[in-house]
C-alpha cells in the first residue's frame, strides 16, 4: 500500500477540445508562451468548422481533472497545421506532448489531410526533438518570427509531416 502512494503517477486521458475548455487553455497558453491567446481567441477558432483539437486531463487526481495540455490545429483542403500546443510545465516529459499530437495527426487524416505543418521556435530542442521524432522534417524557416517576452525575435522552423 505504501509502495502504491509513493510510486503514484498521475494518468491522462485525451479528450476532444469543447468551447467550455477555452478559458482554461488561454490561462495554460499564457504560461507557456511570451503571448497569450484569450479564451475569446481560442472560442472564434474552434467555431470555425475545419478548426479541432484535444486535451490531456489527468484521470487520477482527487478533486478535480487538471489540464495536463492541449493542442489546437486545422485542416484546409488536404493540409493541416498545429496552431498551437502546450504542456504544464509540470508535467513535461510525461509523454503528453506525444499523444496529444498522435491525436491531431490522426484527426487530421481523418478528415482528408494529406500532410501537416507547424512551426516551432528553433530555439526550443525539446519541442524540436518531439517533433522530429514523430516524422516531421524542416521545410523552411522564418527568421525573427517570434518575440520573446524580453523582446528578442527569434526564427521559426517550418516542419511538415506527411500523413498518408
Known amino acids: 500500500m505504501l509502495?502504491?502512494?509513493?510510486?503514484?503517477?498521475?494518468y491522462f486521458e485525451v479528450v476532444a477540445l469543447e468551447n467550455d475548455d477555452c478559458p482554461?487553455?488561454?490561462?495554460?497558453?499564457?504560461?507557456?508562451?511570451?503571448?497569450?491567446w484569450s479564451d475569446g481567441e481560442f472560442l472564434n477558432l474552434l467555431l470555425q468548422p475545419n478548426v479541432f483539437g484535444f486535451v490531456a486531463r489527468q484521470t487520477n487526481a482527487f478533486f478535480s481533472k487538471p489540464l495536463g495540455g492541449f493542442v489546437l490545429a486545422r485542416e484546409v483542403a488536404g493540409e493541416a497545421e498545429i496552431l498551437t500546443i502546450?504542456?504544464?510545465e509540470k508535467f513535461a516529459r510525461a509523454g503528453l506532448g506525444?499523444?496529444?499530437?498522435?491525436?491531431?495527426?490522426?484527426?487530421?487524416?481523418?478528415?482528408?489531410?494529406?500532410?501537416?505543418?507547424?512551426?516551432v521556435e528553433g530555439g526550443?530542442?525539446?519541442?524540436?526533438?518531439?517533433?522530429?521524432?514523430?516524422?516531421?522534417?524542416?521545410?523552411g524557416e522564418r527568421p525573427a518570427y517570434y518575440s520573446g517576452a524580453d523582446g528578442q525575435r527569434s526564427t521559426a522552423l517550418v516542419m511538415k509531416r506527411v500523413l498518408r
Open 3 to 10: 509502495d502504491d502512494y509513493l510510486t503514484w503517477k498521475p
Open 24 to 36: 482554461e487553455i488561454s490561462n495554460l497558453h499564457g504560461q507557456r508562451f511570451a503571448r497569450q
Open 86 to 88: 502546450a504542456v504544464a
Open 98 to 119: 506525444w499523444r496529444l499530437m498522435q491525436a491531431a495527426m490522426r484527426e487530421a487524416a481523418n478528415r482528408g489531410g494529406e500532410g501537416m505543418f507547424l512551426e
Open 124 to 139: 526550443n530542442q525539446a519541442a524540436v526533438g518531439l517533433y522530429r521524432k514523430l516524422g516531421f522534417q524542416q521545410v
